[in-house]
């Protein structure tokens, strides 16, 4: 039988002494934690494990015995290591040993209590594996991924193997802080042994967390309850915050703060995790923001913008009337219904001369405006996008409203002529059935149904270019307001401390691990080096991804053009926290 002995690499060159560590049945493996040095007494040894496993949880034990020379073994230590095989009573009973002046190693497990069987041996081989006690303690074993050629139940029984390695090692904290414990003569040597690897800074900004997190839990509690005011409810109020990005990026960003500041301590390492993403991305939005706001407010550029704002809406407003006039000629040489296309070029040249009028009007306040909307920057530059996204919805305000009536007037001759198309094959549409019935009509119905067939089907080539022309300008503003959201979208939900973590400390996103072999001779026994595999790049941020409430797709393409082509009001962009239609 081969038994599988993990050792840390910190304890290869440490004096004599025990091995303190946990014994895995299930694996056949003993994790050894820390080297207990001579000289020492048993019975404080045995204290210092119990009080360890009351604290720890975790069943604690003397595997056996450590040797850095094969001579001290033979001439001083022999009898005295063989007897506290029977003082400490484990089996298997470890005995490693590293000989002096080479790097060649001994390993052995000895079975005290020997079964009558014959067969049974009382000695085994011991496969050495060397671990970094540091990394294994602060890493995170993630769920195995899918490997190929390898069968589902031997990937289950390895990953359970390296969870209880893994497992063991981290909740084995107590044993590495044992001077703790009423400070204990027994002398450790394990990954801290040249000292705890802390700062007074550290310790100050640990022992301040405590009020600063109470304090600002208090506050965000306060604006949560001040935002659940029924004053906010009522009509306008309610239809304006679900309108404006700028609220909705607010409400997200106070969830965030109101997670990450709670004095609820974390469950596990995922809600940890969590915490740390949306706190390092809420203070690399902020910082973003700053330097937005620094750029806005230096060389005067928010008078510079304001003063560009009015010539910019003007030449606009100069192409959507040359594009009416050209519209109300003879577009591209096609023959349109004279009437109808005097009628509508005229009314969307009267609304642009009211929307023109109107930013005129507001020419004196825009500065102040734009200086008062540019502090928001401060807040985050989620927040600066967000409302950028609603000031272009309100600019281009004249664009959606032609958009509107030139769907809805389409609209209103397609189903009308699909409706007169029905009553040509004697068909009907059953409202309450929601379904098409035969049906038979009288002579002056079809005369009637002809008639205004006739009407719309002529009149359908002007309207239709109407609103082709105002669908292609509001898909253009539409396009412009997702990237924004999309840019939101992605700042949002980017895991920002997990990616700074698989950059800089690898080891501590684990996806599994790898065995190097450091000697494989005949009569000596295996030693490996186990590695630590990180966690790729795409499952981190697949893992770790932060919910937003930004924009997504809400139709596919085929129901999108279909959608076009009846003419129904689209939006191809909405929030996560909306209902499908």
Same mark, same amino acid.
């Given at each position: 039988?081969?038994?599988?002995?993990?050792?840390?690499?910190?304890?290869?060159?440490?004096?004599?002494?025990?091995?303190?560590?946990?014994?895995?049945?299930?694996?056949?493996?003993?994790?050894?934690?820390?080297?207990?040095?001579?000289?020492?007494?048993?019975?404080?040894?045995?204290?210092?494990?119990?009080?360890?496993?009351?604290?720890?949880?975790?069943?604690?034990?003397?595997?056996?015995?450590?040797?850095?020379?094969?001579?001290?073994?033979?001439?001083?230590?022999?009898?005295?290591?063989?007897?506290?095989?029977?003082?400490?009573?484990?089996?298997?009973?470890?005995?490693?040993?590293?000989?002096?002046?080479?790097?060649?190693?001994?390993?052995?497990?000895?079975?005290?209590?020997?079964?009558?069987?014959?067969?049974?041996?009382?000695?085994?081989?011991?496969?050495?594996?060397?671990?970094?006690?540091?990394?294994?303690?602060?890493?995170?074993?993630?769920?195995?991924?899918?490997?190929?050629?390898?069968?589902?139940?031997?990937?289950?029984?390895?990953?359970?193997?390296?969870?209880?390695?893994?497992?063991?090692?981290?909740?084995?904290?107590?044993?590495?802080?044992?001077?703790?414990?009423?400070?204990?003569?027994?002398?450790?040597?394990?990954?801290?042994?040249?000292?705890?690897?802390?700062?007074?800074?550290?310790?100050?900004?640990?022992?301040?967390?405590?009020?600063?997190?109470?304090?600002?839990?208090?506050?965000?509690?306060?604006?949560?309850?001040?935002?659940?005011?029924?004053?906010?409810?009522?009509?306008? $109020?309610?239809?304006?915050?679900?309108?404006?990005?700028?609220?909705?990026?607010?409400?997200?960003?106070?969830?965030?703060?109101?997670?990450?500041?709670?004095?609820?301590?974390?469950?596990?390492?995922?809600?940890?995790?969590?915490?740390?993403?949306?706190?390092?991305?809420?203070?690399?939005?902020?910082?973003?923001?700053?330097?937005?706001?620094?750029? $806005?407010?230096?060389?005067?550029?928010?008078?510079?913008?304001?003063?560009?704002?009015?010539?910019?809406?003007?030449?606009?407003?100069?192409? $959507?009337?040359?594009?009416?006039?050209?519209?109300?000629?003879?577009?591209?040489?096609?023959?349109?219904?004279?009437?109808?296309?005097?009628?509508?070029?005229?009314?969307?040249?009267?609304?642009?001369?009211?929307?023109?009028?109107?930013?005129?009007?507001?020419?004196?306040?825009?500065?102040?405006?734009?200086?008062?909307?540019?502090?928001?920057?401060?807040?985050?530059?989620?927040?600066?996008?967000?409302?950028?996204?609603?000031?272009?919805?309100?600019?281009?305000?004249?664009?959606?409203?032609?958009?509107?009536?030139?769907?809805?007037?389409?609209?209103?001759?397609?189903?009308?002529?699909?409706?007169?198309?029905?009553?040509?094959?004697?068909?009907?549409?059953?409202?309450?059935?929601?379904?098409?019935?035969?049906?038979?009509?009288?002579?002056?119905?079809?005369?009637?149904?002809?008639?205004?067939?006739?009407?719309?089907?002529?009149?359908?080539?002007?309207?239709?270019?109407?609103?082709?022309?105002?669908?292609?300008?509001?898909?253009?503003?539409?396009?412009?307001?997702?990237?924004?959201?999309?840019?939101?979208?992605?700042?949002?939900?980017?895991?920002?401390?997990?990616?700074?973590?698989?950059?800089?400390?690898?080891?501590?996103?684990?996806?599994?691990?790898?065995?190097?072999?450091?000697?494989?001779?005949?009569?000596?026994?295996?030693?490996?080096?186990?590695?630590?595999?990180?966690?790729?790049?795409?499952?981190?941020?697949?893992?770790?991804?932060?919910?937003?409430?930004?924009?997504?797709?809400?139709?596919?393409?085929?129901? $999108?053009?279909?959608?076009?082509?009846?003419?129904?009001?689209?939006?191809?962009?909405?929030?996560?926290?909306?209902?499908?239609?």
């Amino acid at each position: 039988m081969v038994l599988k002995a993990f050792f840390p690499t910190c304890c290869a060159s440490v004096d004599s002494g025990l091995l303190v560590g946990r014994w895995v049945p299930e694996q056949s493996a003993a994790v050894v934690l820390a080297v207990v040095h001579f000289p020492f007494i048993p019975i404080q040894v045995k204290e210092l494990l119990a009080q360890v496993q009351q604290a720890s949880q975790l069943g604690m034990a003397v595997l056996g015995t450590w040797c850095h020379c094969q001579q001290e073994l033979e001439e001083s230590l022999g009898h005295f290591l063989e007897g506290l095989g029977t003082i400490f009573s484990h089996d298997p009973w470890l005995q490693l040993c590293r000989e002096k002046g080479t790097r060649c190693w001994s390993c052995k497990a000895i079975y005290h209590q020997v079964s009558s069987s014959p067969d049974t041996p009382s000695e085994d081989q011991v496969m050495l594996i060397f671990y970094d006690q540091r990394k294994v303690l602060l890493s995170w074993l993630h769920p195995p991924m899918t490997v190929p050629n390898c069968q589902a139940g031997d990937v289950t029984a390895s990953a359970r193997g390296l969870a209880a390695i893994f497992d063991t090692v981290s909740r084995s904290k107590m044993l590495f802080h044992s001077d703790r414990f009423d400070e204990s003569p027994v002398r450790l040597s394990h990954w801290q042994s040249e000292g705890v690897e802390a700062s007074i800074l550290v310790e100050l900004a640990k022992w301040a967390s405590g009020p600063v997190c109470l304090l600002v839990a208090s506050m965000l509690s306060i604006i949560s309850a001040a935002g659940t005011w029924r004053l906010w409810n009522l009509w306008p $109020l309610s239809f304006i915050r679900s309108k404006l990005s700028a609220c909705e990026q607010l409400r997200h960003r106070l969830e965030q703060l109101s997670l990450v500041f709670s004095t609820q301590k974390a469950q596990s390492p995922t809600q940890l995790m969590r915490k740390a993403n949306m706190l390092v991305s809420v203070l690399v939005d902020v910082a973003l923001g700053l330097l937005l706001l620094s750029w $806005l407010y230096s060389n005067d550029r928010i008078g510079q913008l304001a003063n560009a704002l009015i010539p910019g809406a003007d030449r606009v407003a100069e192409e $959507l009337q040359h594009l009416l006039q050209w519209l109300m000629g003879a577009p591209a040489g096609l023959k349109m219904n004279r009437a109808l296309d005097q009628v509508l070029g005229r009314f969307f040249l009267y609304h642009i001369h009211l929307w023109i009028s109107y930013i005129h009007l507001m020419s004196p306040f825009i500065e102040h405006i734009l200086w008062h909307v540019g502090l928001s920057a401060c807040l985050g530059l989620t927040i600066a996008l967000s409302i950028l996204s609603d000031i272009i919805a309100l600019l281009t305000f004249h664009i959606y409203c032609f958009y509107v009536y030139g769907a809805r007037l389409y609209c209103l001759k397609i189903y009308g002529l699909s409706s007169l198309w029905r009553l040509f094959r004697g068909k009907k549409w059953n409202v309450l059935r929601q379904r098409v019935d035969s049906c038979s009509y009288d002579l002056d119905q079809l005369f009637i149904g002809t008639l205004l067939f006739t009407i719309l089907i002529f009149l359908l080539p002007t309207t239709a270019l109407y609103y082709l022309v105002f669908t292609l300008l509001r898909l253009l503003v539409v396009t412009v307001q997702g990237l924004i959201h999309l840019l939101m979208d992605f700042i949002n939900s980017l895991p920002l401390y997990s990616l700074g973590l698989r950059l800089c400390r690898p080891y501590r996103l684990a996806a599994g691990v790898k065995f190097q072999v450091l000697e494989q001779e005949a009569g000596r026994p295996l030693r490996l080096l186990m590695q630590i595999n990180p966690l790729p790049y795409s499952l981190v941020l697949c893992t770790y991804r932060l919910p937003s409430y930004g924009c997504h797709p809400k139709h596919s393409w085929s129901s $999108l053009c279909c959608k076009l082509f009846l003419g129904e009001l689209i939006y191809p962009w909405r929030q996560r926290g909306d209902k499908q239609d």
